[in-house]
């Protein structure tokens, strides 16, 4: 049994502190500053109030270097959240940061700012009229979800109860592939929905296989979940070909069931970097789409957005109206208040960046996405189950037949996130059957870089990855750092797979660049036995 399971730090260190005589304090677990002499503040305790408060540049100083202890989140790669604004933005989130959305009749501009942000999305995404479409702001994809399979879920159970039918045996269903992200599955247990997942597999491309699907769906199906951009690998799931075997299941059985788009990542790529691309409300059977605006909306954590393609996928009963903040409001999300700064910052992004500056930011990760998967690649370390890097289908072939291959133009390759999923060789297994894939992300992890590792989803869960989102702040420059760590860490677990060199091997770090500007070993004079040593 671990050491660790044994000691209870918090015991420990409170033994461990100076005690008046031998009379131990009978208050426990004390935050105490280094700060409490210079600002005669007493300890205070973690878990419970203080009987008393402390001075605000003390309370700040304090809090301040207790968060100090938080990772970077540049050198973040497990998440897909946006960390970074203009000042310009971060200036106009705090003069706003104590409005509550909801009160329209006290922030009416700030109202009109997030209808105008739904409309812009509707037009973004295709819909037959942005003026028709309806929409809202959530806290994230997680909500909108909810939301989105909330519409489905009681559009079901209207047309059951009008055809005299049970909404209760056996039960609503909802389709959606293995590879799904917690939120959905949340849905579904949360509302008394069945969730049917459809088994990924290699030739499905690790996400959901419509035809598979298919066997999946009957007429107690509310929808079907399609996800634009799974978070395992970055794959878009082929949303016009679940909506063309809908429509010959439509017209062969007389049951029409709806598509939920799930664009939680993909609803701010797929329309700038790829816009040629069917996916979205150009598709009869999508009734409704979810983003995340603190993903690649660019904005920081805390906004996302669900848009129904027209009034009628959004049941009345869904919406409610308020009569006591001062006019006649209506509230369709499961939040009531709800902060207006991450609201006004996604409007920010859209006038200062507009479709270009989208579209460049996408381009770019996607660039620098490729960048990182070929040179795994060709290492011979590592397969990337990611295809982003790889030409769209049909396209190999043809162009580089006729006219060469332009890797510089987006349309020639197979569309995606800008995420690199990767993993050992079946080569460096077989020479290394000892090497755990896992010790790559703990040993980069003591690097500074979050690179998680874990198994893909049911019916591939033997497999594990390893997997890198590129964001607008992961630049080339931090690719080929990253790199370069990757790659000394598996080459030091390869020589040797014992932890003790892998710790070893953590005093150095090499990169690309590593050697300008540096001194050759032996250039400085010899240790003097002090803890200063030469380069």
């Given amino acids: 049994m671990a050491l660790s399971k044994h000691l209870n730090a918090d015991r420990l260190i409170q033994a461990a502190k100076d005690h008046k005589g031998h009379v ?4 426990k677990h004390h935050a105490i500053s280094a700060y409490g002499g210079r600002y005669g503040t007493d300890p205070i305790p973690k878990y419970r109030l203080p009987s008393k408060g402390v001075d605000a540049e003390a309370a700040y100083q304090l809090i301040h270097d207790e968060l100090s202890l938080d990772g970077s989140p540049a050198l973040n790669l497990a998440s897909f959240v946006h960390t970074w604004m203009p000042k310009q933005a971060d200036q106009l989130m705090m003069e706003n940061i104590s409005k509550n959305l909801i009160d329209q009749d006290e922030y009416p501009m700030t109202q009109v700012l997030h209808t105008r942000c739904v409309s812009i999305l509707a037009d973004l995404w295709h819909a037959p009229s942005a003026q028709q479409a309806i929409g809202t702001a959530t806290t994230g994809s997680s909500e909108a979800i909810q939301l989105g399979g909330l519409a489905m879920k009681r559009i079901w159970q209207e047309k059951r109860k009008a055809a005299g039918k049970s909404i209760h045996e056996p039960g609503p269903n909802i389709v959606m592939g293995a590879n799904a992200q917690v939120a959905l599955e949340k849905f579904a247990r949360y509302f008394d929905v ?3 997942l459809v088994p990924i597999s290699v030739e499905s491309n690790y996400r959901l296989d ?17 996800i634009l951009g799974s978070t395992y690998t970055g794959h878009y799931e082929p949303v016009k070909e679940m909506a063309d ?16 788009v799930d664009g939680a990542s993909g609803g701010f790529i797929a329309p700038f ?12 059977r999508v009734v409704s789409i979810n983003t995340s605006g603190h ?7 805390g906004v996302g957005w669900v848009v129904w393609r027209s009034k009628q996928f959004l049941p009345k009963d869904l919406i409610f109206e308020l009569h006591y903040l001062g006019s006649v409001e209506y509230s369709f999300s499961l939040n009531f208040s709800r902060p207006a700064h991450p609201i006004i910052a996604q409007y920010y992004n859209f006038v200062h960046l507009g479709y270009e500056g989208y579209r460049n930011v996408a381009l770019q990760d996607l660039k620098n996405a490729r960048l990182l998967s070929r040179a795994l690649e060709k290492s011979g370390l590592f397969d990337v189950l990611s295809d982003i890097h790889r030409p769209a289908e049909g396209i190999a072939t043809a162009a580089k ?20 999923s990767f993993k050992f060789s079946d080569a460096f297994k077989q020479k290394n059957p000892d090497v755990q894939q896992k ?11 979050i690179v998680p590792n874990y198994e893909l989803a049911p019916d591939m869960q033997d497999i594990e990855i390893l997997r890198v989102v590129v964001r607008e702040n992961v630049t080339a420059v931090m690719i080929d750092r990253l790199f370069a760590d990757i790659i000394e860490v598996v080459e030091g677990l390869a020589k040797e797979d014992s932890p003790v060199h892998a710790l070893n091997a953590l005093q150095s770090r090499k990169t690309v660049e590593g050697h300008h500007g540096r001194l050759d070993p032996g250039s400085g004079s010899k240790s003097s036995g002090t803890y200063a040593k030469q380069c």
């Fill in 245 to 260: 075997l809908l429509d010959e299941y439509e017209a062969r059985t007389g049951h029409s069931v709806p598509i939920h």
């Fill in 439 to 449: 010790w790559v992300q703990v040993l980069l992890r003591a690097k500074g870089w």
């Fill in 210 to 226: 419509p035809k598979r699907a298919m066997q999946y769906v009957d007429e107690n199906t509310i929808g079907v979940y399609v």
């Fill in 24 to 27: 131990h304090s009978s208050t």
């Fill in 194 to 196: 069945e969730a049917r």
């Fill in 273 to 284: 970097a790829t816009p040629r691309l069917v996916w979205d409300f150009r598709i009869p």
């Fill in 401 to 420: 037949a006729a006219i060469g291959f332009d890797e510089e133009n987006i349309e020639n390759y197979t569309p995606g996130l800008p995420v690199v």
């Fill in 295 to 301: 993903k690649f909306g660019l904005s920081y954590v």
